[in-house]
């Protein structure tokens, strides 16, 4: 399932070129949560907590459990986009897109296969992955990271369909039931 983390934040009163500009020199990484009820809130977090996160994600959906100062609870919350510097690869700027436990996401997550096809290993077939993500609807707790499939009964010839791969529970798929995942 989806890794939950928790995430220290700051309300980001300053907003403009100038005052980033300040933040970022203090290793202060500027972010933002928008979605659900609440209207869009600038946000700061430690460089150093959100490497951190990131280098212990082991996928790309991370449920995180924002604990803003100055506000009584926690707001849960999936990173929706991370921009990095394209010269070291730094944090640049965190999206943050606010979520309920108990409503349906939609996201994109990894298909991956397990074992060796028969048809490659034993007649020199290939085995060819038409599909890279599989798009779910499931409650945030159900998320998965990945989603394995056995490719190991496939023959020459033969394939797997989005229908016929097995999803956990409470997680259904948005894909086209007739696309190839695996042929």
């Not at 060796?116 to 290993?121: C, E, L, Y």
């Not at 798009?135 to 989603?147: G, H, N, Q, S, W």
Request: hydrophobic share 40%; with cysteine.
């Amino acid at each position: 399932m989806a890794k939950q983390v928790k995430l220290t934040a700051q309300r980001r009163e300053a907003t403009g070129r100038s005052a980033i500009r300040k933040l970022k020199a203090r290793g202060i990484v500027p972010a933002i949560v928008y979605g659900g009820k609440d209207k869009p809130q600038p946000l700061q977090v430690s460089r150093r907590d959100i490497s951190l996160m990131l280098s212990h994600a082991s996928g790309e959906n991370i449920l995180v459990e924002l604990e803003i100062a100055g506000e009584k609870g926690s707001r849960m919350a999936m990173i929706q986009e991370i921009q990095h510097s394209p010269v070291g690869g730094d944090v640049l700027h965190v999206d943050f897109h606010a979520v309920s436990m108990d409503e349906k996401i939609e996201a994109d997550v990894p298909l991956e296969p397990v074992g060796v096809a028969n048809g490659v290993k034993n007649f020199g077939g290939l085995l060819e992955q038409s599909l890279r993500t599989l798009e779910v609807e499931c409650l945030p707790r159900d998320l998965p990271d990945k989603i394995t499939v056995d490719v190991s009964g496939l023959n020459i010839g033969d394939s797997i369909h989005v229908r016929d791969v097995q999803l956990p529970a409470g997680v259904a798929a948005k894909t086209q039931p007739d696309l190839t995942a695996f042929s």
